[in-house]
């Protein structure tokens, strides 16, 4: 089994056309939607040593389903190296987010957070907003990936970064 990274986030984060946007880039091809998880996850992969995951965005499902669906999938893939975690740097951590990052902390899952839209934000504004959000993980969150990222995928802003973390994840 080649090395996965998988994406999660709010419902509305900007997840799809994130992906689209390292897919288009990189020529990642979508490859195959697992049986009975076609609804839930979709699978791309880039070249023959990675594959990323797109899971469905939580706010919709209740937490209870997205924990028990979701995460015993996220705790059960050996050959997973991190979760990127997508968060609105106009909205900040969300309960949600922080919920879900506690049930990754409790499971020992190393994930990274990846600030969207970046360019819906003055560099002012975004920078203010990136370092309210490292503070907090930096009180509560365990086996966050010390590294916030920002992108967009509108200017494209960060996603060369992003990709350079993706291959480097792949690799540890
Ligand atoms: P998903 O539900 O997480 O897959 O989110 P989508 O990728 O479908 O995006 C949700 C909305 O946010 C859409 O209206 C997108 O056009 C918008 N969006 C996504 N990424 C960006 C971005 O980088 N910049 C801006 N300004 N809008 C974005």
């Known amino acids: 089994m080649i090395p996965e990274v998988a994406f999660i986030g709010r419902s509305n984060i900007g997840k799809s056309s994130l992906i ?13 939607s697992k049986p009975g998880h076609t609804r839930m996850m979709n699978f791309f992969k880039m070249g023959d040593k990675l594959s990323l995951v797109d899971m469905p965005g939580y706010g919709f499902k209740s937490r209870d389903e997205w924990g028990g669906m979701i995460l015993s999938y996220l705790q059960n893939r050996k050959n997973l190296r991190r979760i990127y975690i997508l968060v609105d740097p106009s909205h900040g951590l969300k309960e949600s987010d922080t919920q879900i990052m506690k049930l990754l ?3 020992g899952l190393s994930y990274q957070v990846v600030l969207t839209k970046m ?9 203010a907003a990136k ?5 907090e993980l930096v009180k509560d969150a365990i086996c966050c990936f010390p590294l916030v990222l920002g992108v967009s995928s509108k200017t494209k802003d960060g996603l060369d970064e992003l990709r350079a973390a993706i291959v480097k ?3 540890l």
């Open 131 to 135: 370092a309210e959000i490292e503070a």
């Open 105 to 107: 902390d409790n499971s």
């Open 169 to 171: 994840a792949g690799q």
């Open 119 to 127: 360019d819906r934000l003055s560099k002012t504004k975004y920078s």
């Open 20 to 32: 689209n946007g390292l897919v288009n880039r990189n020529g990642l091809v979508k490859t195959s």
